[in-house]
């Protein structure tokens, strides 16, 4: 399946709205890093894998939806090496992402800048349980 200009395969997990957006990002964001740093056409092995490890916490990610921006989250949901590797990936990627996906750029950083976080999320909103119970 295409989006914009990234190819998104069948085994990424679907994600919804909001979170669909963050994932695209997510993935914008690795490709540059990729490409800048493994010099690669497509993307090398590690940075797919990150981008599957992303899918996977974007899609149990328990505030759902309504999920913030991972720098305003109260809750740390990635392991130590693949947050130190965002990390890196994310102050790399952040300011070239203007260049190469403006919008992008843009609807992350007024998303970032839109509401206060709760500080607990309420139940059953994750993604993964909403899909598991319209597959039911």
């Known amino acids: 399946m295409q989006q914009g200009k990234h190819t998104v395969t069948d085994d990424f997990i679907p994600l919804h709205n909001g979170l669909g957006k963050e994932f695209k990002t997510v993935t914008a964001m690795i490709d540059i890093y990729c ?15 990150l981008k599957h ?7 149990r990610c328990p505030y759902g939806e309504s999920k913030p921006t991972c720098n305003r989250c109260p809750i740390h949901c990635y392991k130590q090496k693949e947050k130190a590797m965002m990390k890196a990936i994310m102050r790399f990627s952040g300011p070239r992402m203007l260049l190469h996906h403006p919008l ?14 709760p500080a607990k999320p309420p139940k059953h909103r994750s993604n993964r349980y909403i899909r598991l119970q319209q597959q039911d």
């Open 35 to 49: 490409r800048a740093h493994h010099r690669t056409s497509t993307t090398c092995t590690e940075c797919e894998s």
């Open 53 to 59: 490890y992303a899918n996977v916490r974007l899609d």
């Open 104 to 117: 992008l750029a843009i609807r992350h950083l007024i998303h970032e800048r839109r509401k206060e976080v």
